[in-house]
């Protein structure tokens, strides 16, 4: 009988020119977020492509003088001496700054470290339009490191992305609550209610019938429509022969369907309480607002509220503080920075400019670190409260797990900085020594930079930060579905029960 209420629901669903504007809808708004969010990623990846250009074209700039210069003293029988700091370009046969380890990578080599995108990157934006996705990585002090921002648009920040997660947590709901507020209600307020129940049926039956109909027919949908993002996206970003890519989208996938189990649960709760259609409508309605909009924003100002992140001034009042106590004292700073190197300390050293600059930077890393630390501190106690509340909303919990199957999730971007962090002690560790040595660099030793490289995360790695929101809000659905079709036991079938 459940295979005959199925069927028979399906066919009258797909007769209906409501249900089919509503699944077109949805197959639309899915159709432009994945362009939004395709768009938005080949931006970023643009920027970096060009940042990777522009670095690549002044390393060899600096290597071509570089490579004259051996070529001139060889020629010649001349020993090749090392260059002060000099911002002229070198006169023939003068020594370049690409001899000088100090000027080379501190000002004039830059490391792009690159956050290479997942292929599902374009379904959620998330940080990726408060981010950049590289970093120009040299000696200087690693804060300046940290003001990581893309430019966009206040009004887009404020508004959110049109992307495919947008239509799911916001979207989705709403399709969702016009196909199930009158399951019953409506039945019975026709009379068709009473008449289906004198057949061999259950109530409980018709209504896992008529359930399973619509979660079939949406989910159908959004698989198709998923795929053909999948498609688009990944043949624009180059992933389709990616394996962590379609990993990536089967967890979108069961997370969609887990958020969408919710809302089919909630509406079939709402429709074993015995209401008319309008009442139905108006506590779904309520609900809608309530979970996808009121309770986030709460969580949100809790957050913020109990765990106010230091201001980003104050960051760069502390390091321009540290850099003035610096200047005033530079000597104290130089001999504090040498007694920290005193292996490097060659014979016979002079205190120079750049050495002054090196020790400043040291200096003001260490004065800034503990405001850093507060800073980031605060944002990741933030999200710690997110993470727990993120239980009262399957909005909130949804929008974190898309965020990290994506790989746009805030623990993403932390985890690439930390990496970056650790990346410019290797960069650093590289040249400081041969800048205070005053080793003379040469041309075969630009092969020998360091390069960042940027691992991709283990599918468990990300199934973990989304296990538990994924099973809490999996345990809410099953157990008010449960509930509901226990309910069904007492729900009256004619008009005046």
């Keep these: ?178 196909l199930t507020y009158d399951m019953l209600s409506g039945e019975k307020e026709s009379g068709t209610l009473a008449l289906a129940m004198t057949q061999p049926v259950s109530l409980r039956t018709f209504m896992a019938g008529k359930l399973l109909s619509r979660i079939a027919l949406l989910m159908l949908v959004i698989v198709i429509i998923g795929l053909y993002a999948m498609l688009f996206s990944g043949s624009a970003l180059g992933v389709l022969d990616d394996p962590d890519a379609w990993v990536r989208f089967g967890l979108f996938l069961l997370a969609t369907f887990i958020y969408s189990l919710f809302w089919f649960g909630l509406g079939v709760f709402v429709n074993s309480l015995n209401k008319s259609s309008e009442t139905n409508v108006t506590i779904l309605s309520g609900a809608w607002l309530l979970i996808v909009v009121v309770l986030p924003a709460l969580i949100s100002l809790t957050a913020t509220t109990a765990y106010p992140a230091p201001s980003r001034m104050e960051l760069k009042v ?38 002054v600059f090196l020790a400043r930077q040291d200096a003001l890393e260490k004065a800034v670190e503990p ?69 003379i660099m040469d041309s075969s030793m630009y092969d020998d930079f360091p390069k960042f490289e940027y691992g991709k995360e283990a599918p468990y790695v990300v199934l973990g930060r989304i296990l538990l929101s994924a099973f809490a809000v999996l345990l809410i659905s099953i157990g008010m579905n449960a509930y509901a079709f226990l309910r069904l036991r007492r729900f009256g079938v004619r008009e005046n029960s």
Excluded at 384 to 406: D, K, R, T, Y
Excluded at 416 to 432: G, I
Aim: cysteine-free; charged content about 20%.
């Design 1 to 178: 009988m459940l295979k005959i209420i199925f069927s028979h629901e399906v066919r009258q669903l797909l007769k209906s020119p409501a249900t089919l504007f509503m699944l077109g809808l949805l197959a639309a708004a899915m159709v432009f977020g994945i362009y939004n969010g395709t768009r938005a990623v080949e931006r970023q990846n643009k920027s970096a492509v060009v940042a990777v250009a522009d670095e690549a074209a002044a390393k060899q700039r600096v290597l071509d003088q570089l490579v004259a210069y051996e070529r001139f003293t060889a020629e010649r029988g001349i020993p090749r001496v090392f260059a002060p700091v000099n911002h002229a370009p070198p006169r023939p046969g003068q020594s370049p700054q690409g001899t000088n380890a100090g000027a080379v990578g501190g000002e004039l080599v830059k490391e792009v470290a690159i956050l290479p995108p997942t292929g599902l990157a374009a379904f959620a934006v998330g940080q990726m339009d408060l981010q950049r996705n590289y970093t120009l990585v040299d000696m200087k002090n690693k804060f300046n490191m940290s003001d990581n921002f893309e430019i966009e648009n206040p009004l887009n920040l404020m508004t959110g992305t049109f992307d495919i997660s947008f239509v799911v947590i916001f979207l989705l709901p709403v399709f969702i609550i016009a």
């Design 318 to 355: 502390a390091m321009r503080d540290a850099s003035i106590a610096a200047e005033k004292a530079e000597d104290d700073t130089t001999k504090a920075y040498y007694t920290d190197h005193v292996e490097m300390l060659p014979e016979k050293e002079t205190e120079t400019y750049l050495t």
């Design 371 to 439: 405001v850093f630390a507060q800073f980031r501190g605060q944002l990741e106690r933030q999200e710690a409260i997110v993470g727990w509340f993120q239980l009262l909303s399957p909005a909130v919990a949804m929008q974190n797990a898309l965020n990290e199957i994506s790989g746009n999730s805030t623990d993403r971007y932390n985890a690439y900085m930390d990496k970056v962090f650790a990346f410019q002690k290797e960069w650093k560790q590289f040249f400081t020594p041969r800048y205070l040595q005053r080793e």
